[in-house]
C-alpha cells in the first residue's frame, strides 16, 4: 500500500540541496520524492512494503540534513490496567514516524512524531477512537510552523547582526580604499576581523558544505566557502609571509556578511509566500466550549472528541466539523467557498470548522476532528499543491543539479587561464573568486515554487483548490472545456413543472408510484419528484426487485404488477404509446420528461425544469472570448439539449449520453490533440474528470467527484473555472519571468566574473539579491483577484 507523507526538512541551502536529498530518495525501493527547496519539504510517496518511513527519514540524516521532530506529553483517562497501556501505545505507533511511551502510574504519553506528518489532534484523535481519553500538557507543543518560522528568522537576523559587528573594521577599510586610502586599519586586526567572520560568521556556511560533500554532492555552499576560504587563506599568506600583495580580507567578510543579509532577506520573503496558507490554518480558532456531564467548560480544540457537544456564541468561529443540533444562525463560509453572503443554517445542517457563525447560538455535535475536518483537508491539498513540482521545473532541476561542478570548473578555467594570458596570479585568483561567489542556483530552485506556493495559497483563499502544480500549470492550456449540464450549467435543484396523468388515471395515483420508485435515489429529478409528491400529501410506499438502468429509468414491483419510470424512449421501448401526451411539445420548452407505467397501463408523464446557473451565459461567454471551445454533455434528449446550448451559445453539445459514455467522449475529443478540461459534479461524473487532462469539480459535488478532479471549486458557480484559468495564467506568467531572471543572471553575470569585470563583493551582494527578487517577483501574484464577470462576458 502507497502512503505519501510531508517531511519537513532542515539544513538546505539552494536548489542543489533539494536535487540531492530528491536523488537520494528516489534511489530507495518503492520511493517517489519530490524536494521543494522553497516549501523545505519532502512530498514523499512510498511503498512501506518496500522501504519504511524511518528508512526514508534516516536516507535524509545520513544525506547530511534533518527532519524536524517534536515531543508532546498526554494526559490520559480511562486506563484500569497495564494491557490498557500497551494498547494506547500499540495504537500511536502505528502512526508514521511516532514513538510513543505510555506510563500507566502517572496516566500520561511521552510521544516523539515528525512535525507534518501528524499532528496532536491526531494522537488525541487515535486514542479516543481507542476507548480512552487525551489531553495535551504542555500548550507550548502544539504545532506552530509559523512561530517556528518566525524562531529560525530571528536566529538568522542575529547572525547576521554578529557578522556586520565582526566585519565592521573590515567595511571601514573598504570605505577608505573607495578614496584611495590602503591599511587604514593594521593589517594584523584585519586578519583577526576576517578570521572571527569567517569562523563564527561562516560557520554555518562550513557545516552546510561538509554535510554537501560528505552525502556526495555540492551545494552553494560550497562555493561560497570555496570563495571566500580562498580569498581569506591568500591574504593571511601575503600577511605573515609580508608580500607585496594586496589583501583580500575585507573581500572574504563582506561575502559571507553580505549572503547572510541576503539569506535574511529571502528567509522574510519565503515566509511570506506561504501567507495563504497561513491563513487558511489561522481560521480554526484555537479553543471551543464543550459541553460535558451537563457542565460547559473551554478546552484546546486538539481535546475535542467526535460526539461532543459544542455551543458557538454569535462571531465565533465554528471549532471543527459538525451537525448543528440546537438553533439557527448565518454561517459566513468565506474560508471555504470565497463567497462572502452568509449562508441560513438550522437543525440538522452541516456547519465546517473555521466558518464564522454571524448571529445566533448554536449547538453542534463534532462529526470530524483534527485531520477529518474539511478545513484540513482543503490544507493538505494546498500543502500537496505546493510540494509538488510542474512540468516546467524539470529544466530547472536538471540545471541545478550539474551546476555547482560547471561553475567550479568554470573558476579552475578562469584561473588557470587568466594566470596564463595575464601573468598576473592575483588579478586571475581575483577573477575565480569572483565566478564562484557570483554563481547561485538558488534563484533556478526558487523560480517556480515560489510561485506556485502563493498561487496555490491565492487560489485556496478564493475557493479554488489545485491538486497538484501540474493541474496549475495545465489549466491555462485547455483549448478544449467540456460541461455537464445538470448542476453545472444549470442550477442542479429541478423542479415539477406540470403532471400529465393519462387518461382516467388519477394524478394522486400516478404521484404515488413515482414517488415509491424514485424515494431511495439522490438524482436530482428523483428527489424533485419525491418532494413534490410529498408536499401533495402522497405516502411513500415501498417497491421490491428494483432495477435502475442508468440514463434511461427504473423498474420494480409494486402490488404485484411491474412498474417503470424512465425516459420517453425507455416506456417506448417497452411497448407503451405516448401519442396522448404532450411530450414533444414540453421538451421544445426545455423541460425533463418522465414516464410511468403499471403493468400494462401507461399512468402519466411528469415535466420537471431546472433552471440556468444566473452565471452560466457570462461565462461561457468569457471562456469563448478565451478561444476556448464549449462542448455541453447531458442525458437529456436531443430538443432539451438543442434548447439548453442555444440559450447559452454553445455550438457543440452531445445528447443522450449515458453516465459510463461520458468519460469515452473526453477521451475523443482529447484524441483530437486537444487540451480538454471537463466540469462536473456529481458521481456520473468522476470517469469523466479522471480521462481529462484537467478535471474541474464544482465543489457542491459528491465526495468522489472531488477525490477524482485536478481541481476544486468551492463555490457552486461555473464562473470559478474562469477564475482558476485566469490564477493559471497568472501563475506561468510568473514562473517563466522568475526563470528568465534567474537564467539570464547566471548567463550575464559568470562570463563577466570571468573577465575580471566584477569585484568579489559586487558578486556576492549580486548573488545575495538574485534569490530576493525572484522570491518577491512571486509574492506580485497576491495582487490577482477573481473578478467578476461583467453582462457581457468579458472581465
Same mark, same amino acid.
Given at each position: 500500500?502507497?502512503?505519501?507523507?510531508s517531511?519537513?526538512?532542515?539544513?538546505?541551502?539552494?536548489?542543489?540541496?533539494?536535487?540531492?536529498?530528491?536523488?537520494?530518495?528516489?534511489?530507495?525501493?518503492?520511493?517517489?520524492?519530490?524536494?521543494?527547496?522553497?516549501?523545505?519539504?519532502?512530498?514523499?510517496?512510498?511503498?512501506?512494503k518496500?522501504?519504511?518511513?524511518?528508512d526514508?527519514i534516516?536516507?535524509?540524516?545520513?544525506?547530511?540534513?534533518?527532519?524536524?521532530?517534536?515531543? #508532546?506529553?498526554?494526559?490520559?483517562?480511562?486506563?484500569?490496567?497495564?494491557a490498557?497501556?500497551?494498547?494506547?501505545?500499540?495504537?500511536?505507533?502505528?502512526?508514521?514516524?511516532?514513538?510513543?511511551?505510555?506510563?500507566?502510574?502517572?496516566?500520561?504519553?511521552?510521544?516523539?512524531?515528525?512535525?507534518?506528518?501528524?499532528?496532536?489532534?491526531?494522537?488525541?484523535?487515535?486514542?479516543?477512537?481507542?476507548?480512552?481519553?487525551?489531553?495535551?500538557?504542555?500548550?507550548?507543543?502544539?504545532?506552530?510552523?509559523?512561530?517556528?518560522?518566525?524562531?529560525?528568522?530571528?536566529?538568522?537576523?542575529?547572525?547576521?547582526? *554578529?557578522?556586520?559587528? *565582526?566585519?565592521?573594521?573590515? /567595511?571601514?577599510?573598504?570605505?577608505?580604499?573607495?578614496?584611495?586610502?590602503?591599511?587604514?586599519?593594521?593589517?594584523?586586526?584585519? /586578519?583577526?576581523?576576517?578570521?572571527?567572520?569567517?569562523?563564527?560568521?561562516?560557520?554555518?556556511?562550513?557545516?552546510?558544505?561538509?554535510?554537501?560533500?560528505?552525502?556526495?554532492?555540492?551545494?552553494?555552499d560550497?562555493?561560497?566557502?570555496?570563495?571566500?576560504?580562498?580569498?581569506?587563506?591568500?591574504?593571511?599568506? #601575503?600577511?605573515? +609571509?609580508?608580500?607585496?600583495?594586496?589583501?583580500?580580507?575585507?573581500?572574504?567578510?563582506?561575502?559571507?556578511?553580505?549572503?547572510?543579509?541576503?539569506?535574511?532577506?529571502?528567509?522574510?520573503?519565503?515566509?511570506?509566500?506561504?501567507?495563504g496558507?497561513?491563513?487558511?490554518?489561522?481560521?480554526?480558532?484555537?479553543?471551543?466550549?464543550?459541553?460535558?456531564?451537563?457542565?460547559?467548560?473551554?478546552?484546546?480544540?486538539?481535546?475535542?472528541?467526535?460526539?461532543?457537544?459544542?455551543?458557538?456564541?454569535? =462571531?465565533?468561529?465554528?471549532?471543527?466539523?459538525g451537525?448543528?443540533?440546537?438553533?439557527?444562525?448565518?454561517?459566513?463560509?468565506?474560508?471555504?467557498?470565497?463567497?462572502?453572503?452568509?449562508?441560513?443554517?438550522?437543525?440538522?445542517?452541516?456547519?465546517?470548522?473555521?466558518?464564522?457563525?454571524?448571529?445566533?447560538?448554536?449547538?453542534?455535535?463534532?462529526?470530524?476532528?483534527?485531520?477529518?475536518?474539511?478545513?484540513?483537508?482543503?490544507?493538505?491539498?494546498?500543502?500537496?499543491?505546493?510540494?509538488?513540482?510542474a512540468?516546467?521545473?524539470?529544466l530547472?532541476?536538471?540545471?541545478?543539479?550539474?551546476?555547482?561542478?560547471?561553475?567550479?570548473?568554470?573558476?579552475? *578555467?578562469? /584561473?588557470?587561464?587568466?594566470?596564463?594570458?595575464?601573468?598576473s596570479?592575483?588579478?586571475?585568483?581575483?577573477?575565480?573568486?569572483?565566478?564562484?561567489?557570483?554563481?547561485?542556483?538558488?534563484?533556478?530552485?526558487?523560480?517556480?515554487?515560489?510561485?506556485?506556493?502563493?498561487?496555490?495559497?491565492?487560489?485556496?483563499?478564493?475557493?479554488?483548490? +489545485?491538486?497538484?502544480?501540474?493541474?496549475?500549470?495545465?489549466?491555462?492550456?485547455?483549448?478544449?472545456?467540456?460541461?455537464?449540464?445538470?448542476?453545472t450549467?444549470?442550477e442542479?435543484?429541478?423542479?415539477?413543472?406540470?403532471?400529465?396523468?393519462?387518461?382516467n388515471?388519477?394524478?394522486?395515483?400516478?404521484?404515488?408510484?413515482a414517488?415509491a420508485?424514485?424515494?431511495? !435515489?439522490?438524482?436530482?429529478?428523483?428527489?424533485?419528484?419525491?418532494?413534490?409528491a410529498?408536499?401533495?400529501?402522497?405516502?411513500?410506499?415501498?417497491?421490491?426487485?428494483?432495477?435502475?438502468?442508468?440514463?434511461?429509468?427504473?423498474?420494480?414491483?409494486?402490488?404485484?404488477?411491474?412498474?417503470?419510470?424512465? !425516459?420517453?424512449?425507455?416506456?417506448?421501448?417497452?411497448? /407503451?404509446?405516448?401519442?396522448?401526451?404532450?411530450?414533444?411539445?414540453?421538451?421544445?420548452?426545455?423541460?425533463?420528461?418522465?414516464?410511468?407505467?403499471?403493468?400494462?397501463?401507461?399512468?402519466?408523464?411528469?415535466?420537471?425544469?431546472?433552471?440556468?446557473?444566473?452565471?452560466?451565459?457570462?461565462?461561457?461567454?468569457?471562456?469563448?472570448?478565451?478561444?476556448?471551445?464549449?462542448?455541453m454533455l447531458?442525458?437529456d434528449?436531443?430538443?432539451?439539449?438543442?434548447?439548453?446550448?442555444?440559450r447559452?451559445?454553445?455550438?457543440?453539445?452531445?445528447?443522450? #449520453?449515458?453516465?459510463?459514455d461520458?468519460?469515452?467522449? #473526453?477521451?475523443?475529443?482529447?484524441?483530437?490533440?486537444?487540451?480538454?478540461?471537463?466540469?462536473?459534479?456529481?458521481?456520473?461524473?468522476?470517469?469523466?474528470?479522471a480521462?481529462?487532462?484537467?478535471?474541474?469539480?464544482?465543489?457542491?459535488?459528491?465526495?468522489?467527484?472531488?477525490?477524482?478532479?485536478?481541481?476544486?471549486?468551492?463555490?457552486?458557480?461555473?464562473?470559478?473555472?474562469?477564475?482558476?484559468?485566469?490564477? !493559471?495564467?497568472?501563475?506561468?506568467?510568473?514562473i517563466?519571468?522568475?526563470?528568465?531572471?534567474?537564467?539570464?543572471?547566471?548567463?550575464?553575470?559568470?562570463?563577466?566574473?570571468?573577465?575580471?569585470?566584477?569585484?568579489?563583493?559586487?558578486?556576492?551582494?549580486?548573488?545575495?539579491?538574485?534569490?530576493?527578487?525572484?522570491?518577491?517577483?512571486?509574492?506580485?501574484?497576491?495582487?490577482?483577484?477573481?473578478?467578476?464577470?461583467?453582462?457581457? =462576458?468579458?472581465?
Amino acid at each position: 500500500m502507497t502512503e505519501t507523507v510531508s517531511l519537513p526538512i532542515e539544513g538546505m541551502s539552494c536548489a542543489a540541496c533539494a536535487a540531492r536529498i530528491e536523488k537520494v530518495l528516489n534511489r530507495k525501493p518503492g520511493v517517489q520524492a519530490n524536494v521543494n527547496f522553497a516549501t523545505e519539504r519532502a512530498q514523499v510517496s512510498l511503498d512501506g512494503k518496500k522501504t519504511s518511513l524511518s528508512d526514508v527519514i534516516g536516507a535524509i540524516r545520513k544525506a547530511g540534513f534533518s527532519v524536524e521532530e517534536q515531543t #508532546v506529553r498526554l494526559s490520559l483517562t480511562g486506563m484500569s490496567c497495564a494491557a490498557c497501556a500497551a494498547r494506547i501505545e500499540k495504537v500511536l505507533n502505528r502512526l508514521p514516524s511516532v514513538e510513543a511511551s505510555v506510563n500507566l502510574a502517572t496516566e500520561q504519553a511521552q510521544v516523539r512524531y515528525t512535525s507534518g506528518v501528524v499532528s496532536v489532534s491526531d494522537l488525541i484523535a487515535k486514542i479516543g477512537k481507542a476507548g480512552y481519553g487525551a489531553t495535551r500538557l504542555d500548550e507550548d507543543a502544539q504545532d506552530n510552523p509559523q512561530a517556528r518560522r518566525d524562531a529560525l528568522w530571528q536566529h538568522e537576523r542575529n547572525r547576521f547582526i *554578529l557578522t556586520a559587528v *565582526l566585519a565592521a573594521p573590515l /567595511f571601514v577599510e573598504m570605505f577608505g580604499m573607495a578614496f584611495g586610502q590602503m591599511d587604514i586599519i593594521p593589517r594584523w586586526l584585519q /586578519f583577526v576581523s576576517a578570521t572571527l567572520v569567517q569562523v563564527v560568521g561562516g560557520a554555518h556556511l562550513y557545516r552546510g558544505a561538509w554535510n554537501a560533500l560528505r552525502g556526495g554532492g555540492a551545494n552553494m555552499d560550497v562555493l561560497v566557502v570555496l570563495g571566500t576560504s580562498i580569498a581569506w587563506l591568500f591574504s593571511t599568506v #601575503v600577511l605573515l +609571509f609580508d608580500l607585496n600583495q594586496p589583501l583580500y580580507f575585507e573581500a572574504s567578510a563582506a561575502i559571507i556578511t553580505l549572503i547572510g543579509l541576503g539569506r535574511l532577506m529571502e528567509a522574510r520573503a519565503k515566509n511570506r509566500t506561504g501567507a495563504g496558507l497561513e491563513r487558511l490554518l489561522a481560521l480554526q480558532p484555537q479553543m471551543a466550549h464543550v459541553e460535558r456531564n451537563g457542565t460547559a467548560r473551554d478546552l484546546p480544540v486538539a481535546d475535542v472528541l467526535v460526539g461532543d457537544i459544542l455551543v458557538v456564541r454569535p =462571531g465565533e468561529s465554528v471549532p471543527v466539523d459538525g451537525r448543528i443540533v440546537d438553533g439557527e444562525s448565518e454561517i459566513s463560509e468565506a474560508m471555504l467557498t470565497g463567497e462572502s453572503v452568509p449562508v441560513l443554517k438550522g437543525v440538522g445542517a452541516d456547519v465546517f470548522g473555521g466558518t464564522v457563525n454571524a448571529n445566533g447560538v448554536l449547538r453542534i455535535q463534532v462529526t470530524g476532528v483534527g485531520a477529518d475536518t474539511a478545513l484540513a483537508h482543503i490544507v493538505r491539498m494546498v500543502e500537496q499543491a505546493q510540494g509538488s513540482k510542474a512540468n516546467v521545473q524539470r529544466l530547472a532541476d536538471k540545471v541545478s543539479g550539474v551546476f555547482v561542478p560547471v561553475v567550479v570548473g568554470i573558476a579552475a *578555467l578562469t /584561473f588557470v587561464l587568466g594566470w596564463a594570458i595575464t601573468g598576473s596570479a592575483t588579478w586571475s585568483l581575483v577573477s575565480a573568486v569572483s565566478v564562484l561567489v557570483i554563481a547561485c542556483p538558488c534563484s533556478l530552485g526558487l523560480a517556480t515554487p515560489t510561485a506556485i506556493m502563493v498561487g496555490t495559497g491565492r487560489g485556496a483563499q478564493a475557493g479554488i483548490l +489545485f491538486r497538484n502544480a501540474d493541474a496549475l500549470e495545465r489549466a491555462e492550456k485547455i483549448t478544449t472545456l467540456i460541461v455537464d449540464k445538470t448542476g453545472t450549467l444549470t442550477e442542479g435543484r429541478p423542479s415539477v413543472s406540470a403532471v400529465y396523468p393519462a387518461r382516467n388515471v388519477p394524478s394522486a395515483r400516478l404521484l404515488e408510484v413515482a414517488s415509491a420508485l424514485e424515494q431511495d !435515489s439522490e438524482h436530482p429529478l428523483a428527489r424533485a419528484v419525491v418532494s413534490y409528491a410529498q408536499e401533495h400529501g402522497i405516502p411513500a410506499r415501498a417497491v421490491q426487485a428494483f432495477t435502475a438502468l442508468p440514463g434511461q429509468g427504473v423498474t420494480a414491483r409494486l402490488d404485484g404488477e411491474e412498474v417503470r419510470l424512465g !425516459s420517453p424512449k425507455f416506456i417506448q421501448d417497452a411497448g /407503451f404509446g405516448l401519442d396522448e401526451l404532450p411530450v414533444l411539445a414540453l421538451e421544445h420548452e426545455g423541460n425533463t420528461v418522465i414516464a410511468v407505467t403499471q403493468g400494462k397501463t401507461l399512468l402519466g408523464m411528469i415535466a420537471l425544469s431546472d433552471e440556468l446557473r444566473p452565471d452560466a451565459l457570462t461565462t461561457v461567454s468569457a471562456l469563448r472570448k478565451r478561444g476556448v471551445r464549449m462542448i455541453m454533455l447531458t442525458g437529456d434528449n436531443e430538443r432539451v439539449a438543442a434548447l439548453i446550448a442555444r440559450r447559452l451559445g454553445i455550438q457543440d453539445y452531445l445528447a443522450g #449520453v449515458l453516465p459510463a459514455d461520458k468519460a469515452d467522449a #473526453v477521451t475523443r475529443y482529447r484524441a483530437e490533440n486537444r487540451t480538454v478540461g471537463m466540469v462536473g459534479d456529481g458521481i456520473n461524473d468522476a470517469p469523466a474528470l479522471a480521462a481529462a487532462d484537467v478535471g474541474f469539480a464544482i465543489g457542491a459535488g459528491s465526495a468522489v467527484a472531488l477525490d477524482t478532479a485536478d481541481i476544486v471549486l468551492m463555490k457552486s458557480e461555473l464562473q470559478s473555472v474562469l477564475d482558476a484559468i485566469s490564477l !493559471s495564467h497568472a501563475t506561468l506568467s510568473k514562473i517563466r519571468q522568475n526563470l528568465f531572471f534567474a537564467f539570464i543572471y547566471n548567463v550575464l553575470g559568470l562570463p563577466l566574473a570571468a573577465f575580471g569585470l566584477l569585484n568579489p563583493v559586487v558578486a556576492g551582494a549580486a548573488m545575495a539579491m538574485s534569490s530576493v527578487s525572484v522570491v518577491s517577483n512571486s509574492l506580485l501574484l497576491n495582487r490577482w483577484k477573481p473578478l467578476p464577470v461583467h453582462a457581457e =462576458g468579458g472581465r
